[in-house]
Structure formats: structure tokens, C-alpha cells
């Protein structure tokens, strides 16, 4: 069994690494066997936190690719789907291709509806808001999930890409379970920002996406000398090695890292059973991870 960390406050506890699923649903995505063989080896390896969102796609005619590529594999697996956890978001839109926010009620209104038929559910374990959208105020947004949380449509609220005050402000209108945002070696604004500590002051998981840099920067790992070395004397990649790295940021912080091939999402998975030093931890707070 996968080492554990709760979700957020009076949410189960979920494997201290997820799995992402953006990969399998934008460019250069594998053949549906494909993904699903992958999906079900991080299930089978004990990972219980699964993230997608409506717009893990191509474009707009494309929404929902990915949430029905995880509802198909979820139907499928020989495990219990009681104690995976699927997360899923609302509050982007896919026009053309483009990543842009839309976070109005009728928007994320709208969005669930149709997620909850990508999904083949009547409740959404985790939707997360997607990210503030400023052209519309972020309490009315948090508003529409809210309602759909009263209402029975979702279970846990999380919130994406947000601030220590927007996390505030979220928490006076809904219980808020998760926040999702990025962090990793080359990019700790999550940390310096005070978005980490404010997770773990307050039991809220802290989902760290692209953990291992994101699909062109985690290719500079392999040859990062700190992350090699220390892979070597632990017999393991750099990859784990800087997941371990994510994850000592904070009590409440799971990596959800992506990947196509079932090579890479083991290996990430394993990487929930390695520890660093508190030399190791330090050793790589003070280098340099380039993001040229
Ligand atoms: N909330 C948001 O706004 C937001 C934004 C971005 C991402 N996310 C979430 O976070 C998840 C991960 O983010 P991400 O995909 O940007 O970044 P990531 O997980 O840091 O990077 C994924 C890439 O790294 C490679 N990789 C991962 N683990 C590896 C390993 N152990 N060994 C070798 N290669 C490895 C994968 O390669 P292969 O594909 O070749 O296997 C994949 O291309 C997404 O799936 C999504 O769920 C959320």
C-alpha cells in the first residue's frame, strides 16, 4: 500500500502521490488502450487521488476527452472506485485550441452538468475552480460551486492557481478541501507566496502540479548534476528525486505529476516511499534549477 496524506479537512486520505491525467488528452496524446493501460497501472499501484479537468483536450469540440478517458478506465479496473478519489475542474474553456478562463455561475454551471456526463456520476468527488478569471469577481465564482455543493452535485470544493487571500475569501463562502497549484524546483512561487504554509496551517491538501517542471522542463532533470547525484546515492532518478523534494515542502502537499508512457508513472509513483535528509532537502533548496 502507497504511503498516505489526508485531502483536506474531514476529506478521506488519498496516496501522498496522485496521478494527473493532462498528458493523455492534449498534443502528441497516446491511442486510448494506451492511456488507459497507464491509468490502470497507477491504480493498481495504490495511487488513489486522480486529477482531470472538462478541458484536458484538443479544443472546444474535444471538452471532456480526458474525464471520459477516466470514467472508461475507472468502469473497467478490477479495484474499488470507493477509495479513489477523482478530481476534476471547471472554469476554463478551450476556443480554437486557446487555454482561456471563464468564471461565470452559468459557465460553471453549465461545465458540471456536462462533466457529470463525461464522468457518468451523479456527484463529482473533487471540482476544483480551474483558476480566477478576472473579468469576473472571484466570489461569485465560488459562489456557483457553492450551490452545486448544496445541492448534492459535488462532494469537495478545491480552488486552483490562487492566492493566500483568495483562499481566504473562498474558505467564507464553501468549505474548501484542496488547493491546486504548481510547484516544483524551477518555479517555488508556491512557497515563497506562503500558499504551502498556509495549506498546512490549515489541514487544506495542497495538489503541487507540474512537479516535475512541466512536459520541457522535467526533461532537464536527467542531466541536473544535485538531482543525479543524489539519485545515485538513493538508487533512484532524478524525477523521484525531486518529487521527494515537493512533497517534504509541506505536511498536506501530494505531487499529482503526469504521464503517458507506464515507465514514467511508476516510476513517479515509487518515488512516494523515498525521504531526503534534511541536508538533501537544503542541498537542493540552494541550487539553481534553470528554466532556460
Ligand atoms: N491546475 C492547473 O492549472 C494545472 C496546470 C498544469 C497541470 N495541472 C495538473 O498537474 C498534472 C501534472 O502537470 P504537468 O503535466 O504540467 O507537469 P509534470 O507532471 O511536472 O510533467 C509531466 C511530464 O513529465 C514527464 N514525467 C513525469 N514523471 C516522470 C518520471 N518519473 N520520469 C520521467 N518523466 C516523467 C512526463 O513524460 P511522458 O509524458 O513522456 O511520460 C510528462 O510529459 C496535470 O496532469 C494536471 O492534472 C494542473
Redesign the pocket.
Given at each position: 500500500m502507497l504511503h498516505t496524506r489526508p485531502l483536506g479537512p474531514n476529506a478521506p486520505a488519498v496516496s501522498a502521490i496522485?496521478?494527473?491525467?493532462?498528458?493523455?488528452s492534449v498534443t502528441?496524446r497516446p491511442t486510448e488502450s494506451d492511456a488507459l493501460r497507464?491509468i490502470h497501472a497507477a491504480l493498481d499501484h495504490g495511487v488513489t487521488l486522480l486529477?482531470?479537468?472538462d478541458v484536458?483536450c484538443l479544443d472546444h469540440s474535444d471538452i471532456g476527452h480526458n474525464e471520459r478517458l477516466f470514467a472508461k478506465a475507472l468502469a473497467t479496473w478490477g479495484g474499488d472506485r470507493s477509495q479513489v478519489v477523482l478530481a476534476t475542474?471547471a472554469g476554463?474553456i478551450r476556443p480554437d485550441g486557446r487555454w482561456e478562463r471563464d468564471g461565470r455561475p452559468a459557465h460553471i454551471t453549465q461545465a458540471c452538468e456536462r462533466s457529470l456526463a463525461a464522468l457518468g456520476t451523479d456527484t463529482i468527488d473533487l471540482y476544483?475552480f480551474?483558476?480566477p478569471d478576472p473579468k469576473v469577481p472571484f466570489a461569485e465564482s465560488l459562489g456557483a460551486f457553492k450551490a452545486l455543493r448544496d445541492v448534492g452535485k459535488i462532494r469537495f470544493v478545491g480552488v486552483?492557481?490562487v492566492t493566500v487571500a483568495q483562499i481566504e475569501e473562498a474558505r467564507a463562502i464553501v468549505p474548501i478541501v484542496s488547493v491546486?497549484?504548481?510547484l516544483?524546483p524551477f518555479f517555488r512561487e508556491a512557497i515563497e507566496a506562503g500558499v504551502v504554509a498556509h495549506c498546512a496551517a490549515h489541514g487544506i491538501g495542497f495538489?503541487?502540479?507540474?512537479?516535475?517542471?512541466?512536459?520541457r522542463?522535467?526533461?532537464k532533470?536527467?542531466t541536473h548534476p544535485l538531482a543525479v547525484a543524489l539519485g545515485e546515492r538513493h538508487g533512484a532518478?532524478?524525477?523521484?528525486i525531486v518529487?521527494a523534494w515537493v512533497r517534504a515542502q509541506g505536511p498536506t502537499v501530494i505531487?499529482?505529476?503526469?504521464?503517458?508512457?507506464i515507465?514514467?508513472?511508476?516510476?513517479?509513483v515509487h518515488?512516494a516511499a523515498l525521504t531526503l535528509s534534511e541536508d538533501e532537502l537544503g542541498a537542493i533548496d540552494r541550487a539553481e534549477f534553470s528554466r532556460a
Open positions: 496522485g496521478y494527473g491525467g493532462m498528458h493523455l502528441d497507464v486529477d482531470t479537468a484536458y475542474k476554463m476544483q480551474h483558476a486552483s492557481n491546486q497549484n504548481r516544483n495538489l503541487a502540479y507540474s512537479p516535475v517542471g512541466g512536459g522542463l522535467n526533461k532533470l536527467p532518478t532524478a524525477h523521484q518529487l505531487p499529482i505529476p503526469s504521464a503517458r508512457s515507465q514514467h508513472t511508476l516510476d513517479s518515488a
